[in-house]
């Protein structure tokens, strides 16, 4: 009885040590559920995740921004060349027709001047007609100097470092718009003191000098 008890003790501490093995490895096992650290950094993750894509989808709309702005100011420069372009023309134009008709003046002077010589020489008073002339070649100044001053303003207005603004070509084109009024009604008096010669060399002319002629 003495032996069975000793054997039976012996047993039951074997099986004790057994038993208390797994449980004490079972502590030291890693736990199958999600700690909360796992879970905040999953949360982090996806946070930084989606502050990624909002800097992405923002650059994007930058950009899209950015590519309107250059085309919108790629057409608004092509629109202000153009409108340069015509404003140039346009002046450059007008510059040549008046600088015709200045000559057409010139040449009318000449010949009324000539006439006035002829009739010097029959001992004519042809200063009142000279009088006329010299109006008319003052006139002609005025409008040719107008002219260099239109030239001068439009090489300015256009030949800048940095292209002109459409404001800006306006005013010029304002500007310049005036002078070559102020110039063409040059032209004008000048035409007009020269018809006045033209009148007063005709009164010299007695009525027999003109059968004469005949």
């Known amino acids: 009885m003495k032996l069975l008890t000793k054997h039976t ?6 099986l004790g040590f057994f038993v208390a093995v797994p449980v004490a490895y079972a502590d030291d096992e890693p736990s199958l559920g999600v700690s909360s650290t796992t879970l905040e950094e ?23 921004q950015q590519n309107l702005e250059d085309r919108r100011e790629d057409r608004q420069e092509k629109l202000t060349n153009e409108l340069g372009g015509r404003i140039q023309n346009h002046i450059t134009r007008f510059v040549r027709i ?4 200045i000559e ?15 009739l010097d020489t029959q001992g004519k008073n042809t200063a009142p007609a000279r009088a006329h002339l010299v109006t008319a070649e003052a006139e002609l100044a005025l409008a040719e100097a107008a002219l260099v001053e239109i030239q001068a303003d439009l090489t300015a207005g256009l030949a800048t470092t940095t292209p002109p603004t459409r404001d800006e070509l306006k005013s010029l ?4 718009k005036e002078t070559l009024n102020e110039a063409k009604e040059h032209i004008r008096e000048a035409f007009k003191a020269v018809r006045e010669a033209v009148e007063a060399l005709k009164e010299l002319v007695e009525p027999d000098d003109s059968e004469d002629d005949d």
């Open 42 to 64: 999953r949360r982090e993750h996806r946070e930084e995740e989606r502050e990624e894509r909002e800097e992405r989808r923002e650059d994007r709309r930058e950009d899209r």
């Open 98 to 101: 008046l600088g015709a008709a």
């Open 104 to 118: 057409r003046v010139e040449k009318f002077i000449t010949r009324v001047d000539a006439r006035a010589d002829e």
């Open 173 to 176: 084109f304002a500007d310049t």
């Open 9 to 14: 003790l012996m047993a039951l501490m074997a």
